[in-house]
Nanobody
Framework: VQLQASGGGLVQAGGSLRLSCAAS????????MSWFRQAPGKEREFVAA????????YYADSVKGRLTISGDNAQNMVYLQMNSLKPEDTAVYYC????????????????????WGQGTLVTVSS
């Protein structure tokens, strides 16, 4: 089972990026999905989560209104659309899938996630 994150890069403040997370080895349509991030010298923090159906989402206050999580169960993909980026958004972004099927449930704590991508670096310049 693998999660492969991509789409990171260097962008100016106010710009946009779209991160993608491709899942393979298992169908994650019954799993909660999320994005976390870790900035240099800081702990990993929750960014956004989505229920298995995609019908419910939840965001950290710091990204609410600017970042949007979405998914395509048919393609086994999860996305993070990032708009109005700020220098404080600079971090390695990780996608994650819950360690067990969680139908229509959102979880935001790392220990609930058993599958992690390798991370993709987002750098926002001022």
């Amino acid at each position: 089972v693998q999660l492969q994150a991509s789409g990171g890069g260097l962008v100016q403040a106010g710009g946009s990026l779209r991160l993608s997370c491709a899942a393979s080895g298992r169908t994650f349509s019954s799993y909660a999905m999320s994005w976390f991030r870790q900035a240099p010298g800081k702990e990993r923090e929750f960014v956004a989560a989505m229920s298995s159906s995609g019908g419910s989402t939840y965001y950290a206050d710091s990204v609410k209104g600017r970042l949007t999580i979405s998914g395509d169960n048919a393609q086994n993909m999860v996305y993070l659309q990032m708009n109005s980026l700020k220098p404080e958004d600079t971090a390695v972004y990780y996608c994650a899938a819950s360690r067990r099927p969680l139908h229509n449930t959102i979880v935001i704590v790392p220990y609930e996630y058993g599958y992690w991508g390798q991370g993709t670096l987002v750098t926002v310049s001022s």
